[in-house]
């Protein structure tokens, strides 16, 4: 794969997950807002930076995963969604405070593991 499909790949990746992140972010606030003053919870995230910004985000790693694919096979990309998988479980736990268990740790290592079997596998 060239350098630059992966560069364009791992971008769709991180900002997906960046944006994912955001909007979590954001939507807690909502929700907490939403039942402290009341209001609809639609309406509170709607006007939240947080959940704005993480649209935007999400919309630029959409246009970046569709011309990702316009590139590299399905069969290479896609599994690189589990790397996006891992980002979030970590950003969750480090950034967001979300409590995780050593189940979802060791899944997470699984399927990091099958990411780098795919990718071995590509290298032949």
Do not use: D
Request: hydrophobic letters at 60%.
């Amino acid at each position: 794969m060239p350098l630059s499909s992966l560069l364009l790949l791992l971008f769709a990746v991180f900002s997906s997950a960046g944006g994912q992140i955001m909007l979590k972010h954001g939507m807690k606030g909502a929700a907490a807002a939403a039942g402290e003053h009341g209001g609809s919870v639609a309406l509170r995230a709607a006007t939240s930076p947080w959940v704005v910004v993480g649209l935007v985000i999400f919309a630029v790693s959409a246009l970046a995963w569709m011309s990702t694919l316009a590139k590299v096979p399905l069969s290479i990309a896609y599994p690189f969604n589990a790397l996006g998988y891992l980002l979030i479980v970590l950003a969750g736990a480090t950034v967001l405070h979300e409590r995780t268990s050593m189940w979802t740790w060791g899944g997470s290592l699984l399927v990091v593991v099958g990411l780098v079997t795919v990718m071995a596998g590509q290298q032949r």
